[in-house]
């Protein structure tokens, strides 16, 4: 619907984070555990490249989150998925924001992003743009549309938007030969050996905003930052959060 002009020139998407945890992240270990043999969890492999630390069962059990060596935060954990798609509708899939205003809450909900073309995405906690998880809107000079996971239809600001609806998908599947479902998508394309959907470039910028949105939230400043070199703008600081040490032998 953003793509194909039906709701006007698009000029701000929004992107869902997930409701749980913050954007600042805990730096401190979980208590001691012998370790199980490693035919049950291999410890040192299950770390990789993150900084050693005491195994402790919590972690392998879902409970890395919120932990600085594992995970990405509230705004990567759904945000490494919106932001693709969000992007995607921008027509910015392939390149990241310029600038990254900060909030003065501990989420990074309601961060204004700008794209070099002008569009606005900005970071949405909750469920004041859909309803369900991983939303995305996207707003134009002729309406909105939006959609979560479950969703069979959009929700718009026009019933008449969505008498568009199936054209609009009929004619994508008809153009590209692809389906809407990402799974089926990605099973397809290892038969075929053509280029996914999502592919590592969208991927690599999605999740490039991902982690300077994140710098911005620590930093607790606005940061401005370029696409094609990947770093901040004059900011040494932030350009130092961009990369994190490597545990041997897991480098590249």
């Given at each position: 619907?953003?793509?194909?002009g039906?709701?006007?020139?698009?000029h701000?998407?929004?992107?869902?984070?997930?409701?749980?945890?913050?954007?600042e992240?805990?730096?401190?270990w979980?208590?001691?555990?012998?370790?199980?043999?490693?035919?049950?969890?291999d410890?040192?492999?299950?770390l990789g490249?993150?900084?050693?630390?005491?195994?402790?069962?919590?972690?392998?059990?879902?409970?890395?989150?919120?932990?600085?060596d594992?995970?990405?935060?509230?705004?990567?954990?759904?945000?490494?998925?919106?932001?693709?798609?969000?992007q995607?509708?921008l027509?910015?899939?392939?390149?990241?924001?310029?600038?990254?205003?900060?909030?003065?809450?501990?989420?990074?909900?309601?961060m204004?992003?700008?794209?070099?073309?002008?569009?606005?995405?900005?970071?949405?906690?909750g469920?004041?743009?859909?309803?369900?998880?991983c939303?995305?809107?996207?707003?134009?000079?002729e309406?909105?549309a939006a959609?979560?996971d479950?969703?069979?239809?959009?929700?718009v600001?026009?019933?008449?938007?969505?008498g568009?609806?199936?054209?609009?998908?009929?004619?994508?599947?008809?153009?590209?030969?692809?389906s809407l479902?990402?799974?089926t998508?990605f099973?397809?394309c290892?038969?075929?050996?053509?280029?996914?959907?999502?592919?590592?470039?969208?991927m690599?910028?999605?999740?490039t905003?991902?982690?300077a949105?994140?710098?911005?939230?620590?930093?607790k400043?606005?940061?401005?930052?370029?696409?094609?070199?990947?770093?901040?703008?004059?900011?040494?600081?932030?350009?130092?959060?961009?990369?994190?040490?490597?545990?041997?032998?897991?480098?590249y």
């Amino acid at each position: 619907m953003a793509r194909t002009g039906r709701l006007g020139k698009i000029h701000t998407a929004y992107a869902h984070i997930a409701p749980w945890d913050a954007a600042e992240m805990r730096h401190d270990w979980l208590p001691a555990v012998p370790e199980p043999p490693k035919e049950e969890v291999d410890w040192n492999a299950w770390l990789g490249a993150c900084p050693w630390r005491p195994y402790n069962p919590s972690y392998v059990a879902g409970g890395w989150r919120g932990f600085y060596d594992f995970h990405t935060s509230c705004i990567g954990e759904w945000g490494a998925h919106t932001f693709a798609q969000a992007q995607a509708g921008l027509d910015c899939g392939e390149s990241s924001p310029i600038e990254y205003e900060y909030v003065n809450n501990d989420s990074g909900d309601g961060m204004v992003t700008h794209f070099a073309s002008g569009v606005r995405m900005i970071l949405s906690r909750g469920n004041k743009y859909w309803h369900g998880s991983c939303g995305e809107r996207f707003d134009g000079s002729e309406g909105w549309a939006a959609a979560a996971d479950g969703y069979t239809k959009p929700d718009v600001s026009s019933p008449a938007l969505l008498g568009e609806f199936n054209r609009v998908v009929s004619q994508y599947v008809a153009r590209t030969g692809r389906s809407l479902d990402h799974m089926t998508n990605f099973l397809d394309c290892v038969r075929s050996r053509e280029r996914t959907v999502a592919k590592p470039e969208v991927m690599h910028y999605s999740m490039t905003t991902v982690h300077a949105a994140n710098i911005c939230m620590w930093l607790k400043r606005s940061l401005k930052f370029d696409p094609v070199k990947e770093e901040f703008i004059g900011d040494d600081e932030a350009n130092g959060l961009r990369s994190r040490a490597m545990r041997e032998p897991y480098v590249y």
